[in-house]
């Protein structure tokens, strides 16, 4: 079972960057596929980005693709979420969510096993 504490979110005005940390405990990161999700007021948590264990592979969801970058590093184990040129759509609470199945990535938040309790991030225009 692994524990998961998200971070880094805050206010940042339109076109400015953001690190969202996701911080591990009790087994490594690289035991699951992890991802980024979002959940703005009124509407369904969605993908953002995922990383499979050994971080050989990556995928994005399509609003985000060449703005943000997910990535993790072993020895702090920990899983981040570069976010650049933010839009005041990219609003929301972001969760942090590990898959046990780490085989293939998938984007469906009912089927991730394990969530930190969210990090809010708000873009102004």
């Known amino acids: 079972q692994v524990q998961l504490v998200e971070s880094g979110g805050g206010l940042v005005q339109a076109g400015g960057s953001l690190r969202l940390s996701c911080a591990a405990s009790?087994?490594?990161?690289?035991?699951?596929?992890m991802g980024w999700f979002r959940q703005a007021p009124g509407k369904e948590r969605e993908f953002v980005a995922a990383?499979?264990?050994?971080?050989?592979?990556?995928s994005y969801a399509d609003s985000v693709k060449g703005r943000f970058t997910i990535s993790g590093d072993n020895a702090k184990n920990t899983v981040y979420l570069e976010m650049n040129s933010l839009k005041p759509e990219d609003t929301a609470v972001y969760y942090c969510?590990?898959?046990?199945?780490?085989?293939?990535?998938?984007?469906?938040?009912?089927?991730?096993?394990?969530w930190g309790q969210g990090t809010q991030v708000t873009v102004s225009s």
């Open positions: 969510a590990a898959d046990a199945q780490r085989f293939m990535i998938r984007q469906t938040p009912g089927v991730y096993d394990y």
């Open positions: 009790g087994r490594s990161f690289s035991s699951y596929t």
């Open positions: 990383i499979k264990g050994s971080g050989t592979r990556t």
